[in-house]
């Protein structure tokens, strides 16, 4: 890894992995200056912010979002990367068509993580990967929840903490509990005993229960999964009957055709102060190790929305142009750390949310519509579904 890069010619190919939040700003911002080929294994992105969408059936073409125009010029593939050969700078991919190899002269890995939560659809095989098993997926998350009066929900972070939210407002009749290993909601925010208090205090105020520094004994083929059955785990006394259990206790990072020799000991794509993996090789978002909390505000761009910070894409931007003319490269520096605490924005449904370390409107802000809208804008659609009532 270095800090400077050579001259070279242009125009020059990039290929960026992965659709979702850094992938995204990635690709909008080298759109006009380098022939893009965006691989991603999904036929759009998934807003996976947007809870509400596995909560209402109404919701769920809000949470997705088309990819057809972000590209101008360039190509975007669905696919899955079987392989990166870092020697002859070339990406390996299984498409609907069958195996291809792609070169490129900069690579950008953006495959996220895969998240334990409902939120993010999971596919064996590339070809069950439509817009319609989508949807399905959702609806179907929808429904479990809807037929479920006695449902307890795993992990204290802010998935946890909105998907309880989301549906108690849904089904006030519901009993809602939440259960966290943790003695602090959203502990890795940073949030604190008085930020936990005060999430706490929200949730308990819509009727939801929430059980701190509890641990549920899930076996470890399941720990994984998006609901585990009841039978199957010992839920703490005093929760009854339960019908439905959410796992939102964590994720995974997106990482497994990567050279373990680039990845640290959770399976996180190793990157200098630069975002650089090996030379013309980034990585950004959620599967690198970079020391922050995970969020979409940090790993795309600060053009995505106000008060944004500097992020991950937008550094790899700056940087691929830096290495075409020979200048410096430019360290990415995180926004949000235990001392610079992120801005914490909970929807509890659509009438209610909590702030930690931000003004109040702007969890409400988040909780009218979880920036759908800006999300549908970012990636040039022309037409925004309306807010469902």
Not at 260 to 274: G, I, M, P, T, W
Not at 293 to 307: A, D, E, I, N, R
């Given at each position: 890894m270095g800090n400077k890069g050579s001259k070279q010619t242009s125009p020059k190919k990039v290929i960026v992995i992965g659709g979702s939040y850094a992938g995204t700003a990635a690709v909008s911002l080298l759109d006009s200056h380098f022939e893009v080929t965006w691989v991603e294994r999904r036929p759009c992105m998934v807003h996976k912010m947007n809870v509400r969408a596995a909560v209402q059936h109404e919701w769920i073409d809000t949470a997705l979002v088309p990819s057809d125009s972000v590209l101008t010029r360039g190509a975007r593939i669905q696919g899955d990367v079987t392989a990166i050969d870092f020697g002859l700078k070339s990406v390996t991919l299984d498409t609907l068509d069958g195996s291809k190899t792609i070169a490129y002269d900069y690579l950008i890995i953006a495959t996220g993580s895969r998240s334990f939560s409902p939120l993010d659809p999971k596919f064996d095989k590339l070809s069950n990967s439509t817009m319609d098993s989508l949807k399905h997926h959702f609806d179907s998350i929808s429904k479990s929840i809807a037929g479920a009066s006695n449902v307890v929900v795993l992990g204290g972070g802010p998935v946890g903490c909105e998907m309880a939210g989301e549906i108690k407002a849904k089904y006030p009749d519901h009993k809602v509990t939440l259960i966290t290993r943790s003695k602090f909601l959203c502990d890795q925010m940073h949030a604190g005993q008085a930020g936990s208090d005060k999430i706490k205090a929200a949730m308990e105020k819509c009727g939801i229960k929430v059980i701190l520094g509890s641990s549920v004994n899930v076996p470890a083929d399941l720990r994984s999964e998006s609901f585990i059955e009841p039978n199957k785990v010992l839920i703490p006394d005093g929760e009854g009957s339960v019908d439905l259990i959410i796992n939102c206790t964590g994720?995974?990072?997106?990482?497994?055709?990567?050279?373990?020799?680039?990845?640290?000991?959770?399976?996180?794509?190793?990157?200098?102060?630069?975002?650089?993996?090996?030379?013309?090789?980034?990585?950004?978002?959620?599967?690198?190790?970079?020391?922050?909390?995970?969020?979409?505000?940090?790993?795309?761009?600060?053009?995505?929305?106000?008060?944004?910070?500097?992020?991950?894409?937008?550094?790899?931007?700056?940087?691929?142009?830096?290495?075409?003319?020979?200048?410096?490269?430019?360290?990415?520096?995180?926004?949000?750390t235990e001392k610079s605490k992120p801005k914490i924005l909970l929807p509890l449904g659509p009438r209610a949310s909590v702030a930690v370390n931000a003004p109040g409107f702007f969890a409400n802000m988040k909780a009218k519509d979880y920036f759908y809208p800006a999300q549908f804008k970012f990636s040039k659609n022309k037409q925004v579904p309306k807010l469902p009532k």
């Open positions: 994720s995974e990072p997106n990482t497994r055709f990567i050279d373990a020799k680039f990845l640290n000991d959770s399976k996180h794509v190793k990157v200098n102060e630069y975002l650089q993996v090996d030379g013309p090789v980034f990585a950004i978002g959620d599967c690198t190790d970079v020391k922050e909390p995970k969020l979409f505000v940090t790993s795309g761009t600060k053009k995505f929305m106000f008060s944004f910070p500097t992020g991950h894409a937008d550094i790899v931007a700056k940087n691929i142009e830096a290495m075409e003319t020979g200048k410096n490269l430019v360290p990415y520096k995180p926004a949000f």
